[in-house]
């Protein structure tokens, strides 16, 4: 690769070619704001349009100030970062975007997480001297995701995570000049367009413009309320990420803490969605098993290869997109939906409380999972099987408010019997973790051997695409994971096109998995987070001494007692579910 | 019709239809008959072109008169609208101007029935590059010369036989048949042709870079998206000459390798877009488009893509994410459209007006062309003159004409003989040009110099009764409206300029605003993302160059001289002229004045909407405008 060597407020920098300003910058120790410039590189995915115009700087020869963020180096080039010119076009054009901005930080959702305020205390601004009309739009709320475009600064992240990344299409610019906002087509709402709640927009969001639904005075309610027995389950992904909220190092597993938390908070059972993972192998992997055997028996009609569907953004993502292929993917419910079933009977009867005044709440690193709670097929008689769902975010919140000193909080264990996990349930906050634990469990009743080493390497990792074919004593499993909708969108073309040769195929929304889920803690670009989180996961599996969801006591228990066997009718009608053609919901009025 | 396969058959063709006289009937060779030309432009029809097309038809017919009668282009004297030539067998031709069917009546008797004199012969003043017979001698000193805009108003533009009679194709073929792309692109880089799109680079330079992008797929696109205000060259050019412009991008795909060309027009513009799908359909039949041009192996075709009209489209990177079918807006520049362009192709974009000058640049050669023109500009213009000047319409002079010779001598000066105020040339993206400048002979970099540009060719002409507040004001409504949005200092800076010439406008801005105005427009031109962002404070900056003693009275004694602001104005009672008649009070739609009979009125000035009423009805001159 050729090197060109440039100056950069006088001092000498080489760097590739193809490189830019602002990552020559870097590379000397000077940071040039911006504002609209994503860069998650361990997922390659960048933003530079070039938008906001924050990062510009002086190029000497050049008429107008360049944006450093999409201006390549080059040799000989002399750049200023901060001279009077550049300092003055910067701070203008911050004025410029916050003259059209709400002034209602204190009491925004994104208040000391909005990129734009941090920029304008960095630049010190303290007036707005072009003062003007301001863009007004209605707010729009969806059943997970609030737009409130006014806050909007057409920065286009989101856009690129939906469009890009995911492929989803919901959100992009509309309207031209003052008015251009981006939105759904048409201006229509949310939840009349494909989104499918993913979050990964509310992820990248710099300002309070997408946002989460907030909970959190739900629950407030619910838990001072005598009348009601409140219990909660909380996903595997949260115990690696809620710690970041508290100042602690990316990727502390903070599982007794949180379980110490959930209690000061006044939860009145606090369990684990881990073990309704767990539950969700014995299922979907008999479901994968038995269609396995039909197709080795020679049965035409099987359905093949079968696809997860523990992730309600996915779910939601085929529904729309690929209507035709419902039969491919598993009918298991997901964990947060199997743990509300079983909470809402088995546990309910056990408890002896009704299922009205029973309140099952759970936290996720999701925002689609508010949606799926939502859902008419997860409700019996108007009562939902899990009333609501809070995001990490707001989990973090809580506990804040409630003045708990988070860190030094005592480790504490869940309650049982629905807080007991093996280490297969754990591994599901991860992009691979799935099918993992299912091919631990499957192995081991297909073959009816015990698995000698229960780690699968060759299915972890953070490639958008993953293969690898495991041995099932003789047999070959071919499995496929794909994080991120763009890139499973990829493995389902190849499927309709009848190119796929896997047997079995695990699918996240979020790129990372559920550690890179909607309502994780912001990671404000940096990947690395999303590494050390997942590391967190692999170390609490090697941490558990059962690590196969079919050896949980609590499960065979469940099964031995309510149950039956899994797939029977009774596991049927609780713990499946069925999928609707939502290609015909999207109507223009 | 048979193909034409090699350059010899377009030679023999030409020849064949080359001794008669235009309109070409096919089916009459009778050269004792009359032609009749109806310029059927979009001004023309606007203006009752097809009524008077249909009436000569109808009417010559009847009157046993042997004519032929047939459509041609804008002509460019829009003022004169509708326009019609009409040559009688042996006789120079004569345009004349403003025929209703009342005139046409007059022309058939008067003109061609008794080869008499008739009112509204207009004296043309141009030359074209044709033949010498057509060479018409101005009644001014200065003579338009037409290259870009030779065929306009001269052939029928659906009937590509009067094209080829006039040279249509024939640099083309030579071009494929005797020259290498190099040589070509060679000729048009000595030519010193500039981009007529508004930016002025020097388009053999641009099919050089073109050329040299290594790739299978090129492709040659037509920036047809002509969107200032008060600009219509090239929708003139595609009415006029649709053929010169397919012409043009076949030279250009031959000589930097593309076989694909698309011409990306604004759907507003239904005439040019029927005219150019005739056009390109004849050309097919013909060969003249399409696989194996000319005999020679070289194939290509060209494809239509309509713009839904929006100005920020003839920026070329939004102009080809338009054609992709995305959201028409700009993105960064490197990479340009010569390396990276439509899907991601090696891209050759030129605006229309720059095309139409290839063929006669190829067909007269570089040397001819550079020597029109002045040292760094070379060829001509072609302007759209608009606003309040007398000859409103088109014109194409040499480069180094000065603004003075356009606006007095061709243009023929100022409406109602008031007094020149200023010119806006380049559009939203230009400057407010003023009596100091109107000797600055017209250049690329002159007028950049002068604080204005160029531009596609828009020129409006203001006179004392403008507002030079309510002209920049009306040019940021403009750029406001037609921001694509991407950036913030084009999104909101330009919203924010227009607010406060507003404020200025309505009597509410002060010294601190004009202060405001200058920093923020240099701060939008130097951040903005492309050409519309870093040229919009143009008409803002320029006004307050040239007319700063106007801004300055605006906000201090909140006064408009012109009379145009009218927030500012105030009608008041003359004391001395006031009898008390009531005729003011009993009129005004608000009753805001008031006064006892025969005695003095007063005008309540808080709840006046200044509608004019009592300024009109009062018959002692007892009201004034102050």
Redesign the interface.
Known sequence: MDMIKLTIDKKTVEVEQGTTILNAAKKIGIHIPTLCYMNLGDLNIENKPGGCRVCVVEVEGRRNLAPACATDCADGMIVRTHSIRVLNARKTVVQLILSDHPFDCLVCAKSGHCELQDLAHKLGIREIPYQGEQSTYRKDTSPAIIRDVDKCIMCRRCEVMCNEVQTVGALSAINRGFEAVVAPAFEMNLDHSVCTYCGQCVNVCPTGALTEVDHTNQLINDLADPNKTVIVQTAPAVRAALGEEFGMKPGTLVTGKMAAALRELGFDYVFDTDFAADLTIMEEGTELLGRLNKFLAGDKEVKLPILTSCCPAWVKFFEHQFPEMMEIPSTARSPQQMFGAIAKTYFADKIKVDRKKLVVVSIMPCVAKKYECSRDEFKVDGNPDVDYSISTREFAKLIKQANLDFPSLPDEDFDNPLGESTGAGVIFGTTGGVIEAAARTAYELHTGKTLEKVDFEQLRGMEGIRSATIDFDGLDINIGIAHGLGNARKLLEDIKAGKSHYHAIEIMACPGGCIGGGGQPYIHGDTSILKARQKAIYTEDEGKTLRKSHENPHILKLYEEFLGKPMSDKAHHLLHTKYFDRKTDIVID | MAKITSLNDLRMKKEALQGKQLPIEPRDGNDNMVRVKVGMGTSGIASGAKEVIKYLEEELEKRNIGAIVTQTGDMGYSYAEPTIEVCLPGQEPVVIGWVDVEKADEVIEQYIRKNESIEGIIPANYQTINSTNETKQADTNKTQIRIALNNCGFIDPENLDESISRDAYLALGTCINEMTPEEVIDVIKESGLRGRGGGGFPTGLKWEITRKSVSEQKYVVCNADEGDPGAFMDRSILEGDPHTVLEAMAICGYAIGADVGVIYIRAEYPLAIKRLNIAIAQAREYGLLGKDIFGSGFNFDIEMRYGAG?F?CGEETALIHSMEGS?G?P??K?PFPSVEGYKGKPTNVNNVETFANIPPILLKGAKWFAGIGTECSKGTKVFALAGKINNVGLVEVPMGTTLREVIFEIGGGIQDDKKFKAVQTGGPSGGCLTEKDLDTPIEYDTLIEAGSMMGSGGMIVMDEDDCMVSVAKFYLDF???????????C??????LY?MLDQITKGEGTMETLD?LR??SN?I?????CGLG?TSPNPVLSTLDNFWEEYVEHVVEHKCTAGVCKSLLRYVVIPDNCVGCTACARNCPVNCISGEKKEVHFIDQSTCIKCGTCFEKCKFNAIEIV
């Open positions: 929006a920020v959201r807006e993105t960064f490197p750029t406001v409206e037609e921001s694509c949005g991407k950036c913030s200092p999104r909101i800076g330009n919203k924010r607010e405001k920093t923020l701060v031109k130097d951040t903005s993302l870093q």
